[in-house]
């Protein structure tokens, strides 16, 4: 057994561990715990505990508030930890819990495989799936973690635990959208599909001005399409792009496309033919690092007109996406997973990014009224989509019951708030 590889300031790979994807994020642990696997979380749970720091958990570093980053305390990085294992027969894929999700695509997709993933592959499998994971995929398959079969757990303890339907049931049920609050995960084990390798994406570009009854057309054909299609909009510059993305058979998707022209003349459009890990990796560099980030999250279980004239009231310089929910994630009974919106028909993210630091007020007073106007029409938030809204915000992820059940869990595996740094459901009585 080799020892746990810690860094301190100055060491090689240091400011690589501390850099996450939001540039406002610029924190400086004391140690950095590079982990190849259990052990040395183990390890490094142990040590933090004997100094007394504080635990934060990377993965991808895409918690656009810098969860994984505990200034002066200690970091797991998982990112070592990024090994992927198909088994093609089985349909099963093994994931080390530091992976992006461009591994996973990478190891599962030369077999005609995939499971649910996000939209970009800089992307955390850790976080991503922990929350919930939505992605192309999760309208016919589930969110990413309906398709986990089992973890491997860390506990705040530092026991080495598996979760999964038979065994540990709960922290499993917890783990399933109840975000970084129960273990570490150090391996997951996902279920994969017959996804096939093509895609197809369809997108027409309305004058926000003039957009109304396309966006409303756009609403209602998404309410009734196809599995295989996943109804997507942005508002921003000026511009409603609406369209879809289908994965499978591009020319049933070109079949589909007809229905669009339900919302009228576009003044442009584009219609792309792409590889799946295309489509997975599309929006990487638009999405790239270095950028100063902000964001507000909704779900909507409907949007009615009044919601589609306010999101087209946007401020210009926020992006605003929807994405459509439903199908196999509505599927799943309610009860079955910490993950909570199961009716949600549409998610809306209203991101803003920027460079000088001079910016970051004004940067983020224009998302947060942008993403209030929208606020009347919501039904509550994606736990992933949350940034710095703190227990009002973990409130809107989880009903009450939901709540209630994750804090009872909280309280049997984590009594101590060892992880906290996460969107934190705290022990009883904390
Ligand atoms: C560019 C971008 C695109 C996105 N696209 C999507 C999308 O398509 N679909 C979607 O559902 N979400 C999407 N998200 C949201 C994303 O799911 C969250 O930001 C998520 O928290 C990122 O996980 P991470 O591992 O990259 O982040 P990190 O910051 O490393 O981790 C986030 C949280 O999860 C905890 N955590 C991470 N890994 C583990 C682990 N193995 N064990 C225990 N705890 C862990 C961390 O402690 C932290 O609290 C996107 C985010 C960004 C920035």
């Known amino acids: 057994m080799t020892e746990t590889e810690f860094l301190v300031a100055g060491d090689d790979g240091y400011d690589v561990s501390r850099r996450v994807w939001n540039a406002m994020v610029d924190r400086r642990p004391a140690l950095v715990a590079r982990c190849r696997d259990a052990g040395d979380v183990v390890a490094a749970l142990a040590r933090a505990r004997s100094e007394g720091l504080e635990i934060g958990v990377r993965c991808g570093g895409h918690s656009v508030v810098g969860h994984a980053v505990p200034e002066g ?10 090994a992927v294992r198909v088994d093609v027969e089985r349909r099963r894929a093994w994931v080390g ?8 695509d990478a190891a599962t997709q030369p ?11 800089h992307t955390g499998v850790g976080g991503l799936t922990l929350g919930g994971g939505m992605g192309w995929l999760a309208r016919e398959h589930g969110l990413a973690c309906d398709n986990l079969v089992s973890c491997e757990v860390v506990t705040a303890g530092g026991d080495v635990v598996r979760a999964s339907e038979d065994e540990n049931a709960e922290l499993f049920w ?25 895609a197809l994406s369809v997108e027409l570009d309305f004058p926000v001005g ?31 792009a609406l369209g879809f993305v289908w994965v499978g058979d591009p020319a049933e998707g070109r079949e589909h496309a007809r229905e669009l022209d339900a919302l009228g003349r576009p003044e442009s459009q584009r219609v792309a033919e792409l590889s799946y890990v295309d489509l997975q990796r599309r929006e990487d560099t638009i999405e790239g690092h270095d950028l100063r980030r902000y964001w507000k999250g909704h779900y909507f279980h409907e949007l009615p007109d009044a919601a589609i004239e306010a999101l087209l009231l946007h401020d210009p310089a926020v992006a605003a996406s929807i994405q459509a929910y439903g199908g196999a994630i509505a599927d799943v009974p309610d009860d079955a997973t910490a993950f909570s919106q199961r009716k949600t028909a549409f998610e809306y993210v209203g991101a803003a990014r920027w460079t000088d630091p001079a910016d970051d007020e004004a940067q983020m007073a224009t998302a947060r009224a942008s993403a209030a106007r929208l606020e009347p029409f919501a039904s509550g938030a994606y736990v992933n989509a ?19 059940r994750l804090t009872a869990l909280k309280d049997a595996v ?4 060892v992880f906290h740094l996460n969107q934190n459901i705290p022990p009883s009585g904390r």
């Open 73 to 82: 305390g200690l970091m797991i990085d998982l990112t070592p930890m990024n």
């Open 97 to 104: 819990g530091g992976a992006l999700l461009g591994l996973l």
């Open 111 to 121: 077999h005609g495989l995939a499971t649910t993933a996000g939209n970009v592959s």
């Open 174 to 198: 917890g783990l399933r959208g109840g975000g970084g609050n129960f273990g570490v995960v150090t391996e997951f084990e996902f279920r994969l599909h017959d996804t096939g390798t093509r």
């Open 210 to 240: 003039d957009a109304l009854s396309a966006m409303t057309a756009w609403r209602d054909l998404a309410a009734v399409a196809p599995r295989s299609a996943t109804y997507a909009a942005t508002v921003l510059g000026g511009v409603v």
């Open 386 to 404: 949350l940034g710095d809204e703190g227990a009002a915000g973990v409130r809107r992820a989880y009903s009450p019951a939901k709540l209630a």
């Open 414 to 417: 984590d009594p101590d708030n």
